[in-house]
T-cell receptor, first 110, second 115 residues
Framework: DAKTTQPPSMDCAEGRAANLPCNHSTISGNEYVYWYRQIHSQGPQYIIHGLKNNETNEMASLIITEDRKSSTLILPHATLRDTAVYYCIVRLQGAQKLVFGQGTRLTINP | DAGVIQSPRHEVTEMGQEVTLRCKPISGHNSLFWYRQTMMRGLELLIYFNNNVPIDDSGMPEDRFSAKMPNASFSTLKIQPSEPRDSAVYFC?????????????FGEGSRLTVL
C-alpha cells in the first residue's frame, strides 16, 4: 500500500471548517483513500473513503486532487467533539488490511 | 446492534502471567482484526481472520502471542508469558467482508498493563 504523509498536529476554531491534508504521491490507480479518526480512549472510527471523485457524507467531505497525489478531509463546522487523531490511509482495492500511520492530532479550540 | 464487544476493558497483571483478551464481533460480520496500540508504535495490525480462518498473522510479534476464532461470534488473543513491553491497548475490529468497503468497526479496546 502507498505511504501517506500528514502533519502531526493542527488547530481549528470551533464552528470553522477544519481542513486536514494528506499526501499520497505514490498512490496507484486501484488504491482507495480512507479516513478514520480516533477520539481519546476510544477505538478508531470510519469517516469516509474515495477513489478519485470527491465524496461527502454526514460526517465530512473528501476532496481528492485530479492527479490523486493528495487529498483533504473537510469537517465543515468543527465542534469540540471533533478533537481527535485523524488517520489518512491508502488501501488497495479488494485488500482487507488497513495500515494506520501516525495521523494528525486535530484540536478544536473554543 | 451492540457493536464490537471487548473484555476485559482493563487488565493489570504481573510479568510471566498468561493474559487472555476476548472479542465478540458484530453479528453477521465475517472478518475480524486484532490491533495493538502503543505510544511508540501507534496502531499495529496483529492478525486478521476471514470466516474464522486466520489469513494474515505477520503482525504477531512473537510466539508468545496467539489468536483463535473458534466460531463466528468469538475470538481470543492470548499472551503467554506476558512481559512489560506487551503493555498496550488492544483493539478488536470486525467488518462485513461481503461489502468490502474497507469500513472496520472497532471495539473500545482492552488496556493491558504488565508489571
Amino acid at each position: 500500500d502507498a505511504k501517506t504523509t500528514q502533519p502531526p498536529s493542527m488547530d481549528c476554531a470551533e464552528g470553522r471548517a477544519a481542513n486536514l491534508p494528506c499526501n499520497h504521491s505514490t498512490i496507484s490507480g486501484n488504491e482507495y483513500v480512507y479516513w478514520y479518526r480516533q477520539i481519546h480512549s476510544q477505538g478508531p472510527q470510519y469517516i469516509i473513503h474515495g477513489l478519485k471523485n470527491n465524496e461527502t457524507n454526514e460526517m465530512a467531505s473528501l476532496i481528492i486532487t485530479e492527479d490523486r497525489k493528495s487529498s483533504t478531509l473537510i469537517l465543515p463546522h468543527a465542534t469540540l467533539r471533533d478533537t481527535a487523531v485523524y488517520y489518512c490511509i491508502v488501501r488497495l482495492q479488494g485488500a482487507q488490511k488497513l495500515v494506520f500511520g501516525q495521523g494528525t492530532r486535530l484540536t478544536i479550540n473554543p | 446492534d451492540a457493536g464490537v464487544i471487548q473484555s476485559p476493558r482493563h487488565e493489570v497483571t504481573e510479568m510471566g502471567q498468561e493474559v487472555t483478551l476476548r472479542c465478540k464481533p458484530i453479528s453477521g460480520h465475517n472478518s475480524l482484526f486484532w490491533y495493538r496500540q502503543t505510544m511508540m508504535r501507534g496502531l499495529e495490525l496483529l492478525i486478521y481472520f476471514n470466516n474464522n480462518v486466520p489469513i494474515d498473522d505477520s503482525g504477531m510479534p512473537e510466539d508468545r502471542f496467539s489468536a483463535k476464532m473458534p466460531n463466528a461470534s468469538f475470538s481470543t488473543l492470548k499472551i503467554q508469558p506476558s512481559e512489560p513491553r506487551d503493555s498496550a491497548v488492544y483493539f478488536c475490529a470486525s467488518s462485513p467482508r461481503a461489502q468490502n468497503t474497507g469500513e472496520l468497526f472497532f471495539g473500545e479496546g482492552s488496556r493491558l498493563t504488565v508489571l
